[in-house]
């Protein structure tokens, strides 16, 4: 590990900080906390911290000596100074004299010293900062320190590694205890450059920014030496017969929790196989090391204290869906009874979580990260994979051996962790995976909106690709695939990436078509069957893979046809367009009839006269003309006289996904037209 202080880099923060009125000493802090919190092997997702002792002037220009200490909410990585709120010092400092302090009155004592009221909470290791009396002060949970400190000798090991240079703290729960022990450590030995804190990670501190940090890199990097002396060469055993896309809807499906009325309580899903995480879930060790617990404590409330591990999954496919289930149901009741027996110890009783794991490792295939959203499930599994690396590292060295369950449940229930996860009521279709087709045009873009507006991972499948890209990066976190769905080996390998990336599919919006015209007793036979191969055949190619998919979850599903008023009511010579859209229709219907025993529901839509793709600004002025209307009207001509948009078929589409207790409907989205009107 190389220090990546450039003075250059350091002159343009203080120059680009000093412009925005922040002084020296704040413009370096944010600069090489951002060093640190942008190496994963140092920092991963908020954890970590850093401070500065500066003085600063309030509104009444009254000048204060304060503490900028990183607030609760902001990452290391991109911290701006607003993240690193102003803490009055002797408040702090008078705290020192208390003998005990409760967290509750430990957060209120930080807020009342802020100096701006709006500010995050300062870390709740404020005070450790606080108490020491070196003007930067850095903090980290770096991988390599972890392998070293979670281990049965890891006082012997941390004094053959720093000797006395660096303070060695056993594990103490941090909050108060935690800064008055850092603090009287250092009073011991003023000669020290930091502290190597027992089941947890290091802090480093001088007088200047560069030196603290680089005091961090140095120290990280004569523990990294010590690893690499005892580390045996690992190797990956071949894989077994399954794979990512063929387990993750089975692992999503057995750790989804039925809500009742056909709700689930789902998760989304983020898969890592790179080199080392297969070494590591192929051991014939995996299910002792892995078991052990968390890397650091504040790693429990993203990845909870222990993987679920899955046993070497070989059989058919009911075999490995029941070994799946079977194990779920031992970890969860694992769970439920650690719950029980910790919270009994308790004074105050807490409310138990959910019992399903954040983490699964799988034999052959790698890890998945498991969260309520694709962001959550990638934090997760970032925590995961650095986990995979301590503690490889740690049993390298010697045995890996953190910190006993009965410590983390304190941390997993603490309420200053929760609140790290904010408790925001979720979105209507959040945990849940839609993928719409024909993904770029005005319906397909204004549905995939409108779902992930709502909460779901979105993948926009469209034959054109760099337009599927282009709507997928305007949702932002969504997915954008290429994908023919005439062709059923462009949507098998949608289907895969999708299921891949997500771990699974929920709701299918097959939309993708394209009109074609023809008086029916002249049409070309030729034409007629590339409609049905698109506007019935892609329908049914994608539906059908989706199905499967859906079935290997067992929890149900939605499938969402874009009908159109041609499937109930043809109109002039567009024959080869309404004949395959009826055919949609009944399809759909065929599709409630033959899963609705699966939980998988199925309806359609059926719009009229919507601008797109199919009917372009030039098809409007032609019609509009051959009916003497103005194009206003030809747009409005239905019985409220209002133009029907793509953020209506949208909306349509929405309440379908969430009508629960609806299959085999059809909504109709024209503004009115007895004529087209279902009967
Ligand atoms: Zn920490």
Redesign the pocket.
């Known amino acids: 590990m190389k220090s990546a202080w450039s003075d250059r880099d350091a002159a343009e923060a203080v120059e680009r900080y000093g412009a925005q009125g922040f002084n020296e000493d704040i413009a370096l802090r944010v600069y090489t906390t951002r060093l640190l919190g942008r190496d994963p092997a140092l920092v991963l997702h908020g ?3 850093t401070s500065v002792k500066t003085r600063v002037k309030d509104a009444l220009g009254t000048e204060h000596e304060v503490l900028c200490v990183k607030g609760s909410g902001w990452d290391m990585g991109d911290i701006e100074p607003a993240g690193l709120p102003a803490v009055r010092l002797d408040a702090l400092r008078r705290l020192r004299a208390l003998t005990a302090l409760s967290d509750e009155e430990m957060v209120n004592q930080q807020r009342l010293a802020l100096l701006d009221s709006k500010a995050p909470n300062p870390s709740v ?1 404020t005070l450790l900062h606080a108490f020491l009396p070196h003007k930067f002060v850095d ?1 980290t ?1 770096a991988n390599a320190i972890l392998s070293l400190v979670d281990q049965p000798d890891s006082a012997a090991l941390a004094a053959e590694i720093f000797g006395d240079e660096m303070a060695f703290l056993p594990w103490i729960f ?1 909050g108060f205890d935690l800064s008055i022990a850092a603090s009287e450590a250092f009073e011991r030995g003023r000669h020290v450059k930091g502290l190597i ?1 027992d089941r ?2 290091i802090f480093t501190f001088a007088d200047t920014a560069r030196e603290a940090y680089e005091l961090m890199i140095a120290m990280v990097s004569r523990a990294e030496a010590r690893i690499a002396r005892g580390k045996a060469t690992r190797h990956a055993t071949a894989a077994a017969g399954l794979d990512a896309a063929t387990i993750a809807p089975v692992i999503r499906g057995a750790i989804a929790e039925p809500l009742g009325g056909g709700a689930w309580r789902r998760m989304v899903l983020d898969h890592r196989g790179g080199a080392d995480v297969r070494a590591y879930v192929d051991r014939p060790d995996l299910a002792d090391i892995a078991a052990r617990g968390v890397a ?1 404590p ?1 790693h429990i409330i993203r990845t909870k204290n222990r993987p679920l591990i899955l046993p070497p999954l070989d059989g058919d496919e009911v075999a490995v869906k029941v070994a799946v289930a079977d194990a779920v149901a031992r970890f969860a009741d694992a769970y439920r009874a650690y719950f029980a027996a910790e919270n009994g110890r308790t004074v105050t009783a807490r409310t138990m979580l959910d019992p399903m794991p954040r983490v699964v490792l799988v034999p052959g295939v790698g890890l998945f990260g498991l969260g309520k959203s694709k962001k959550e499930a990638a934090i997760a599994a970032d925590i995961a994979e650095a986990t995979v690396r301590v503690v490889a590292d740690a049993e390298a060295v010697g045995r890996y051996e953190p910190l006993p369950e009965s410590e983390l449940f304190r941390m997993e229930y603490w309420s200053l962790e929760q609140a790290k996860l904010g408790g925001a009521t979720e979105k209507p279709l959040q945990r849940q995976v839609a993928i719409v087709t024909g993904g770029a045009g005005a319906i397909g873009a204004a549905t995939a909106r409108l779902f992930a507006a709502n909460g779901a991972e979105v993948a926009i499948l469209d034959r054109d690709g760099d337009a599927a890209a282009a709507v997928a990066r305007s949702i932002g976190s969504a997915l954008g695939i290429r994908c023919d769905v005439t062709d059923k080996a462009s949507v098998d390998a949608a289907i895969r990436a999708v299921v891949t990336t997500f771990g699974g599919i929920d709701i299918l919006v097959s939309n993708a078509g394209a009109a074609w015209q023809g008086r029916i007793g002249e049409v070309d036979d030729a034409i007629l069957r590339e409609s049905f191969e698109l506007n019935f055949f892609g329908h049914q190619t994608v539906a059908r893979a989706v199905v499967k998919v859906m079935l290997a979850q067992g929890t149900g599903g939605a499938l969402l046809f874009n009908a159109s008023k041609q499937a109930v009511n043809p109109g002039a010579n567009f024959g080869p367009y309404g004949l395959p859209k009826a055919a949609v229709l009944f399809l759909s219907r065929q599709y409630a009839l033959d899963y609705g025993d699966a939980g998988i529901r199925s309806n359609a839509v059926n719009a009229d006269r919507i601008r797109s793709g199919l009917l372009t600004a030039e098809m409007i002025a032609e019609r509009a003309a051959a009916r003497g209307v103005a194009e206003a009207d030809y747009l409005g001509g239905n019985l409220l006289g209002l133009e029907v948009t793509a953020d209506d078929v949208a909306q349509a589409f929405l309440h379908q996904a969430l009508a629960l207790k609806t299959t085999g409907g059809v909504a109709t989205v024209d503004g009115g037209n007895i004529a087209a009107a279902p009967r």
Do not use: F, Y
């Open positions: 954890g970590g911290n290791e903090h949970h941090p804190l947890h990670g650091t504040d």
